[in-house]
């Protein structure tokens, strides 16, 4: 780790300040004002990010520390090629949903109480988004992920107050035994700093359980099948972009910092059988998802139960990392094909929400049942819908595929026929569930009736799916990005 | 220049997709003019190309996913032999299908995906990867399906379910059976074998049966066939489309490319994986032609005689020997051309007199006369008429089946022939040499517009020329002669 020259652009330092103050800002601005917000800085977030992508890529791991206060004294940042390509994510989704929520967010005239509140909600969670994706301490993880988890059971509740509730009692169950954790591993070690963590070596038993009890803390929030029961009700029901907020965004970050545990934190501690069991989960995950999606009836009901079963993928890269070492010209491919999974779904995801919520603005529901012929009345808007899908399928040309096939070389060249075969079920019962409501829609002859739809929101989950399917296409860039200060373990495997 | 061919000649399709889909629906003019235009720029570059890969000249594009593992595009005979084809079928299908839609809605939409379609196929043709064959093959699949569900009825929409049911089947299978070589071997690129040896002779004769089980799928070999005849629902151009070039020729091609360029000749006979391969095809040809001679309705009948045919491209590759090859090879032109013919011309029937089944076509030779010429063209020619194309295609099978010392290969050859000409000849005979129930007062004396058909007539004269000129270098019997000699014989 390098830190950054001096005079450098504090890119990291940036990322989490800049919407933090949009947060309070948008506090202070009112409900009129505030959405304007997002035109600014959203631009101005792109371009930070694509510094900080360029200063990873050029100078190697970015590190850090935040008033010049050394570790374990002080807090440290680390920008590192997984913290920069979901900074960048964050960055384009956030704005994309951002512009798009201009309208059911914004007010026209007279202040609301949605405009009023969603604005300091989002600019919050957008600030506790970076601040974990970047967080060098397991303690401000803490922080960083209790913020974001406010945020987002607030969001749900614009939706059913019900749901959000659930969503709530998983989380604070979640939190607590990540912090039992925590605790348990700063008692044993004086530190909770990620780097100085990797370098103690403390009783194996302790930091065993320490990890074992963070990650099942934050498996409740990734909301891993069999603990996802909170999750298809909270993006179901919430409005369209905070669906795809949490959706695309915030169970990744939960799920980033279980990355960070066992490849950066503790790489050499995992057995088998734990890696096993997660990748088991993950499995459970794929065809319980799947199928419980092929059952839904409403249209954003099958896209929260397709997140239930697409998160079940990620989980596959604890016992696949190090699987295709040998054979393959590149190294780390199932941990590269995790996190390319992680970006395809969290760009297809979004792009998915936002097109039910074009279909919702347009018809007044989402039952499938009666979205007939909607694809010619939003052609744009199916379109995206359509390219989503494809990414989710994890069907050339998309980011999905790419990562579907680094996964499974990974797992037939470790032998992991049983990983491999669920893969490809999991692709066909996406096929099947996303084909449901996509036929519903072109079929017929005639034009529906529905409310207007303005041609450029359509664009906006238009672009997010193009987005999707280019990083199969043009996956170089986010490819070397991910590779700079990857885990040694990503290649070696964590479980020998 | 050279590095450069193989991206313009993808883009061109590209390039008007995106265009098209975003063209209003009364953008009629501009539409037909991309249309047009690109389909005959690329037909001028395929004609650059062909001269240059006649001397010898390779032209390849790279594109890194991730590390060594690329997106190759590659020009390589066999790559235009199946480009040149579909180039060529392109730009009638084009005009055809522009004088068939005209007036009706969603025109844009149908076009975006149909140059999207020629797209996919084209990836298909230049990949010169496994990986980018695959990329291209799931492209086609998705790409096709909307056209398939066009008209948006309840038939077509049940016929694009099972469409995608068995393809999306399929290519789960051939993925599985990519990665599952790829793992062990590395990325695989066609010009350099991979080291198969690296597999155990088991998993070897495993992964082969895996991946065309994957690729019979679109092939439409028997017991997975029964989508193709289903699709008939989507509208006459594009299954035109989908039995000449795009659909059951990716497959066929894929075939073709397993057999030659990832296993390669001596290790196919080695596992002697070709023969059962052969077996299957044969029993696909006859069975095809069977069911054929039970339909009633034209374009259900022409569906598996297309079952039938295409399984002659299956069973000219999996035996070995050049002229087996040769044979199927040409095959995969020469059958594009006469189906394209009959389907094209069964669609104007159907839309110019509403003639669907055999019963109907009684008299309809003198009503139709240029329709009816290049339909019975086309279907004298599968049957094997010389010296038509299909001649040509089954004289080198049977010299080649008799080569690889399987002579039960002029059997099927036999039988098939005379089961086409069973279920041909009485149509034939019908159209031109009976009354139809209404008389010829009637008739008001105009085919159609000529839009709509001219391309069966020129896709007629292409099946008797490329038999008739099969001698030249530039036909292609000749050109399928110089992939077998500069590629296959080592």
């Known amino acids: ?57 050029t100078q190697g791991p970015v590190r850090v520390e935040i008033g010049g206060w050394e570790a374990p004294l002080g807090i440290a940042l680390i920008g590192d090629g997984l913290a920069g390509v979901f900074l960048v994510l964050t960055a384009i989704v956030m704005t994309a949903v951002g512009v798009f929520a201009q309208k059911p967010f914004g007010s026209e005239g007279a202040e609301t109480t949605e405009s009023y509140t969603f604005w300091p909600l989002y600019f919050a969670m957008w600030a506790a988004l970076n601040a974990v994706f970047c967080g060098g301490d397991l303690f401000n993880l803490y922080v960083a992920l209790e913020l974001l988890t406010l945020t987002a059971v607030a969001m749900v509740a614009y939706g059913s107050t019900r749901a959000a509730l659930r969503y709530l009692l998983f989380a604070l169950a979640g939190s607590l035994a990540y912090l039992m954790g925590i605790v348990l591993l700063y008692s044993a070690t004086g530190t909770l700093d990620i780097e100085l963590l990797a370098r103690q070596d403390t ?60 490849f950066d934190v503790m790489p050499d501690v995992a057995g088998t059988v734990f890696v096993q069991l997660l990748s088991i989960l993950g499995a459970g995950a794929v065809l319980y998802g799947s199928l419980l999606a092929l059952r839904q009836t409403r249209l954003k009901m ?32 199932a941990w590269s094909g995790g996190m390319f999974h992680a970006l395809a779904h969290g760009l297809a995801k979004a792009a998915m929400f936002l097109a039910a919520g074009l279909v919702i603005e347009a018809l007044g529901h989402d039952r499938i049942d009666d979205i007939k012929g909607i694809a010619r009345a939003l052609p744009l808007t199916m379109f ?87 990083l199969g296409i043009i996956s170089e860039p986010p490819y070397d990005l991910l590779q700079v200060g990857r885990s040694k373990v990503a290649v070696e495997g964590i479980d020998d | ?40 720029l690329k037909l001028g570059l395929v004609a650059w190309t062909l001269e240059g890969v006649g001397r010898g000249v390779i032209y390849e594009y790279r594109l890194e996913f991730v590390l060594g593992l690329y997106m190759l595009l590659r020009i390589d005979a066999l790559a235009l ?70 008209k948006g009825d309840h038939e077509s929409l049940a016929a694009g379910r099972t469409y995608l049911g068995y393809t999306m089947v399929g290519s789960a299978v051939l993925l599985f059976a990519i990665v599952w070589m790829e793992g062990t071997t590395g990325p695989v690129e066609f010009v350099a074998p991979p080291e198969l040896d690296k597999l155990s002779g088991t998993a070897q004769g495993a992964i082969f049966a895996l991946l065309v089980a994957g690729l019979a799928v679109k092939t439409a070999i028997v017991p997975v066939h029964s989508w193709l005849p289903k699709a008939m629902a989507a509208p006459a151009p594009v299954t035109a489309l989908l039995h000449a070039v795009a659909v059951v020729k990716a497959g066929a091609f894929g075939i073709v490319r397993i057999i030659y360029d990832v296993y390669g000749i001596d290790r196919m006979a080695e596992h002697s994986l070709g023969v059962p391969l052969a077996m299957a095809a044969s029993v696909t040809i006859i069975y095809g032609s069977l069911k054929a001679l039970q339909q009633t309705d034209i374009k259900r009948m022409l569906a598996f005689s297309t079952v039938s045919q295409i399984s002659y491209i299956v069973l000219g590759a999996s035996l070995p020997g050049p002229f087996a090859t040769i044979g199927g090879l040409v095959h995969l032109v020469h059958q594009g051309l006469m189906k394209i013919t009959l389907f094209f011309a069964a669609g104007v029937l159907a839309e110019r007199r509403g003639v669907h089944s055999v019963s109907q076509m009684a008299g309809i030779g003198r009503r139709m006369p240029l329709t009816m010429l290049a339909f019975s063209v086309a279907a004298l020619g599968l049957i094997g008429v010389p010296p038509l194309a299909g001649f040509v295609s089954k004289w080198y099978l049977g010299i080649g089946g008799l080569q690889a010392g399987h002579p039960w290969v002029i059997l099927v050859l036999a039988a098939s022939s005379l089961l086409n000409a069973a279920y041909f000849l009485p149509l034939i005979y019908r159209a031109w040499f009976t009354e139809g129930p209404d008389s010829l007062e009637q008739y008001d004396g105009k085919e159609g517009p000529t839009a709509l058909i001219l391309p069966a007539v020129v896709t007629a004269f292409a099946t008797l020329g490329v038999g008739v000129l099969a001698g030249f270098a530039f036909s292609p019997l000749g050109w399928a002669s110089l992939i077998v000699q500069r590629e296959y014989i080592p």
Request: hydrophobic residues 60%; positive net charge.
């Open chain 1, 1 to 57: 780790m390098t830190a950054p020259l001096p005079g450098a652009f504090p890119a990291l330092e940036l990322l989490i300040v800049l919407p933090l103050a949009a947060s309070l800002l948008a506090i202070l601005l009112g409900g009129r004002l505030a959405p304007r917000i997002v035109l600014l800085l959203g631009p101005a977030m792109l371009v930070v990010t694509a510094v900080l992508a360029f200063q990873i890529q």
């Open chain 1, 203 to 262: 009783i194996e038993a302790t930091r065993m359980v320490s990890g074992a009890l963070m990650t099942a803390g934050l498996l409740a929030k990734t909301a891993l099948f069999p603990l996802h029961g909170w999750l298809p009700p909270a993006h179901g029901s919430a409005p369209a972009p905070a669906s795809a907020l949490l959706s695309s965004l915030v169970i990744k970050a939960s799920f980033v910092i279980i990355v960070r545990i066992w």
């Open chain 1, 302 to 333: 099958i896209i929260a139960y397709s997140t239930v079963a697409q998160l079940g993928y990620l989980f596959f890269i604890f016992p696949l990392a190090g699987g295709a070492a040998a054979e393959t010209p590149w190294a780390a491919g």
């Open chain 1, 384 to 470: 995206a819908f359509g390219l989503a899908a494809v990414s989710l399928m994890g069907l050339p040309p998309s980011g999905g595929f790419l990562a579907k096939y680094l996964m499974l070389t990974a797992a037939l060249a470790d032998g992991q026929i049983g990983l491999a075969l669920v893969m490809l079920a999991g692709g066909l019962l996406a096929a099947a569930y996303l084909f449901r409501p996509v036929n519903r829609a072109l079929a017929g002859d005639y034009v529906p009736e529905v409310a207007v739809v303005t041609y450029w929101r359509q664009l906006i989950p238009l672009g997010l799916a193009l987005l999707s399917v280019a």
């Open chain 2, 1 to 40: 220049m050279t590095d450069a061919m193989p991206i313009l000649l993808m883009l061109c399709p590209l390039v008007s997709a995106v265009i098209i889909f975003f063209l209003r629906e009364e953008n009629e003019r501009l539409r037909t003019t991309i249309n047009i235009g690109s389909s005959l």
């Open chain 2, 81 to 150: 032999l199946f480009i040149a084809l579909s180039s060529f079928l392109w730009l009638v299908t084009t005009v055809y299908a522009i004088a068939y839609f005209r007036g009706t809605a969603n025109l844009s939409r149908f076009f975006g995906f149909f140059n999207l379609c020629v797209f996919a196929t084209t990836g298909i043709a230049l990949s010169g990867s496994l990986i980018s064959f695959f990329f291209f093959y799931e492209l086609l699949t998705l790409s096709t399906w909307p056209l398939v569900v066009h």
